[in-house]
């Protein structure tokens, strides 16, 4: 089974400058996940898709960041403009069930993006 | 949500068991606790679920006392693939899992 795809890898931009990132899930899972995970910390949810609606954005800065999954597979994460303190690894996972309890999430390797 | 409890780091050497605990002392009824790891440049990775008693994989077993306030992931003779940062999550079928800092584990030779 294919896992879940991310792109770009890696990301270097300056500041106040715009960068998306792409999120291909598992096939046939419904739920996708953005978090972000700055170095030494544990990740941060930014982001719940059920299909292509939205269950949960209660932690996305709205103001800079916004998220799509228009047909419900795969997905973008904007940015723009860029802060400094956006630099981070940017992970998508995505799940069977509308939670990850009973089917556990699965991850892409993430993006790395360092804002200069 | 339940919030978890862990140490930042803990160090062992290779061939060792390795016990990590994680405190929840607001668990739920309905909570399940899961454990992930994760590799330098890597995403999460699942490890192990359980909700009460003990719970055993290929890879780790995961003991939880009968009040369920707290919860041990055990890796047995641990090598030094196995440094990596563990997560203890809390989470039931209506709410998603929150990641804290996790505990980083390094394997010494």
């Known amino acids: 089974e294919a896992g879940v795809a991310q792109s770009p890898r890696y990301k270097i931009i300056e500041k106040r400058q715009s960068v998306a990132f792409w999120c291909n899930p598992i096939?046939?899972?419904?739920?996708l996940y953005w978090y972000q995970q700055i170095l030494g910390q544990g990740p941060k949810l930014l982001i719940q898709?059920?299909?292509?609606?939205?269950?949960?954005d209660s932690q996305l800065p709205k103001d800079r960041f916004s998220a799509e999954r228009l047909k419900g597979v795969d997905s973008t994460l904007k940015i723009q403009p860029a802060k400094l303190e956006d630099s981070a690894v940017y992970l998508c996972?995505?799940?069977?069930?509308?939670?990850?309890?009973?089917?556990?999430?699965?991850f892409g390797s993430g993006t790395r993006l360092t804002v200069v | 949500l339940a919030k978890t409890t862990q140490p930042i780091s803990m160090d062992s050497y290779e061939g060792q068991e390795v016990n990590i605990t994680c405190s929840h002392n607001?668990?739920?009824?309905?909570?399940?606790i899961t454990w992930y790891q994760q590799f330098p440049s890597q995403g999460p990775r699942f490890i192990i679920q359980?909700?009460?008693t003990k719970v055993t994989n290929e890879v780790a077993s995961l003991f939880i006392p009968a009040d369920r306030k707290s919860s041990t992931l055990s890796l047995p003779r641990v090598s030094l693939s196995d440094t990596a940062v563990y997560y203890c999550?809390?989470?039931?079928?209506?709410?998603?899992?929150?990641f804290g800092a996790g505990t980083r584990l390094t394997v010494k030779p």
């Open positions: 996972a995505s799940s069977l069930a509308q939670t990850g309890v009973n089917y556990g999430y699965t």
């Open positions: 096939s046939g899972h419904a739920t």
């Open positions: 898709f059920q299909n292509n609606g939205v269950v949960d």
């Open positions: 607001n668990i739920a009824t309905n909570d399940y």
């Open positions: 359980g909700y009460k």
């Open positions: 999550l809390v989470a039931n079928n209506n709410n998603d899992m929150r």
